[in-house]
């Protein structure tokens, strides 16, 4: 494997279910990002992980979990979601998280969600 | 005001025109610069990074940085129709190291 991998690519869920995304990095990076897009809407960060450690969450319902148990896993799990929860939901991750600047930022192919 | 603004497009260009993306944003102290390109149905693809004022070219693009006048620009030389995308511009915002993306706007290359 190679690169930046998510899954599942596609998920149907309904309000009371309960799954998880999964993302992985092969890019020997140290701090991982999930964002959500929604139709029409840019691009969202949710949340950032450095170095295994919660550096930002975006006023993200807690309906929503995230889980870093190590630099190159991450992890989103959901409960009781909205319908308009459904969205794509993009993992990324860089070098460690720097001071004043960002680094390049490389995506996953994303998880289509549908909540019913 | 918007952080990061994008014209949504779509812009259409001829196969082989030079096709000029722009994007602005409104903190002064960003420091780092980055266009995506995202196909539909796809996730974003790193096309470019710029972090000083001036050029920097990489094959058919080139992205232009002026910091003063808090502007970050695309150009495609020789458009293919495979370029055909949505161009995302994202900012760092702030002393921080937030990437705040644009909402995109649509290339077309008509061949």
């Known amino acids: 494997e190679t690169g930046v991998t998510q899954t599942p690519r596609h998920l149907v869920m309904g309000m009371t279910n309960k799954k998880s995304l999964k993302c992985e990095q092969h890019?020997?990076?140290?701090?991982m990002y999930w964002y959500k897009q929604s139709a029409k809407k840019p691009l969202e960060l949710m949340f950032v992980y450095n170095f295994k450690e919660q550096t930002e969450n975006n006023s993200v319902p807690s309906r929503f979990s995230p889980e870093c148990p190590n630099s190159s896993h991450l992890f989103l799990h959901l409960h009781t979601l909205q319908p308009e929860d459904s969205a794509l939901y993009l993992c990324?991750?860089?070098?460690?998280?720097?001071?004043?600047?960002?680094?390049?930022?490389?995506f996953g192919p994303g998880t289509r969600l549908t909540v019913t | 005001q918007k952080e990061v603004e994008q014209n949504s497009g779509p812009l259409s260009v001829p196969e082989g025109a030079i096709a000029s993306l722009n994007c602005t944003y409104s903190?002064?102290?960003?420091?780092?610069f980055f266009w995506y390109r995202q196909y539909s149905g796809k996730s974003p693809e790193l096309i470019m990074s710029i972090y000083s004022n001036g050029d920097k070219e990489d094959g058919r693009f080139t992205a232009q940085l002026n910091k003063a006048s808090q502007y970050v620009s695309l150009l495609i030389r020789d458009s293919q129709p495979s370029d055909s995308a949505t161009y995302l511009c994202?900012?760092?915002?702030?002393?921080?190291?937030?990437?705040?993306f644009g909402a995109g706007t649509i290339l077309r290359v008509k061949s």
């Open positions: 890019l020997g990076h140290n701090a």
């Open positions: 994202a900012v760092n915002i702030g002393y921080g190291n937030k990437l705040v």
């Open positions: 990324a991750s860089s070098q460690e998280q720097a001071p004043f600047s960002s680094y390049e930022q490389y």
């Open positions: 903190d002064r102290v960003s420091q780092s």
